[in-house]
């Protein structure tokens, strides 16, 4: 079985530009949270996303904008890119909600310059 | 009181030796502490987790010990290998409210052949 497939695996913006990373959960997971993980230190929860709809929203600016699929596949979008936003960001799916037991993707590394 | 503390930063250890690594949180509203495993260029994968209603889990060569009254719980990896050579997080969510995970900081254990 797939796991979660993330793409771009790298990425190389200018500061100032727009960029939309894709996120395609395990199947039959209709959960899908999206983390940033800044080099050194532990991912931080930027959204999750269920049946379509928001769910939770963490401490990130209005730059940061996600949505689902109705294939439950989804897409962060971060507009205005400053050189802080680079980062590995991560996908995680989950059957539900809970999120127990999270499965993450390999992420998209993304270089701001 | 999202914060969750781990330590240490970083940990050499022989083959076959006990890694231990900790983590402490304060809200007691957190009701499910994962620990994952990551290695370079990869998303974090799951290892072990476990709810408050439990002292220990034990799978495999890794266990995970927790004290609720202090509010903290650790990673034990016994007969460490050179392949456990990773960065390990623990983190911590609540069924209620935002599904998301509070990750530590990491700590990077580095076994020796």
């Known amino acids: 079985d797939a796991g979660v497939t993330q793409s771009p695996t790298h990425l190389i913006k200018t500061r100032g530009q727009q960029v939309t990373l894709r996120c395609s959960p395990i199947?039959?997971?209709?959960?899908v949270s999206w983390y940033q993980q800044v080099l050194g230190q532990g991912p931080q929860f930027i959204f999750q996303?269920?049946?379509?709809?928001?769910?939770g929203r963490g401490n990130f600016p209005d730059r940061f904008s996600a949505r689902q699929f109705p294939n439950y596949s989804s897409e962060l979008n971060v507009n205005a890119l400053l050189l802080g936003d680079s980062a590995l960001y991560l996908c995680?799916?989950?059957?539900?909600?809970?999120?127990?037991?999270?499965?993450f993707g390999s992420g998209t590394r993304l270089t701001v310059v | 009181q999202q914060q969750v503390k781990q330590s240490p930063q970083s940990l050499i250890v022989q083959k076959g030796g006990i890694s231990i690594i900790n983590c402490a949180y304060e809200?007691?509203?957190?009701?499910?502490f994962p620990w994952y495993q990551q290695f370079p260029g990869k998303g974090p994968a799951l290892l072990i987790a476990?709810?408050?209603?439990?002292s220990e889990k034990k799978e495999g060569r890794f266990t995970i010990s927790f004290n609720k009254s202090a509010k903290q719980f650790s990673l034990h990896i016994m007969d460490s290998q050179p392949g456990d050579s990773a960065t390990y997080f623990c983190?911590?969510?609540?069924?209620?409210?935002?599904?998301?995970?509070?990750f530590g900081t990491g700590t990077r254990l580095k076994v020796l052949a």
């Open positions: 199947s039959g997971h209709k959960s």
């Open positions: 996303y269920y049946e379509k709809e928001e769910r």
């Open positions: 995680a799916s989950s059957l539900d909600t809970v999120g127990y037991g999270y499965t």
């Open positions: 983190a911590a969510s609540m069924a209620s409210g935002t599904y998301k995970y509070i």
């Open positions: 476990i709810r408050p209603d439990v």
């Open positions: 809200n007691t509203a957190f009701d499910y």
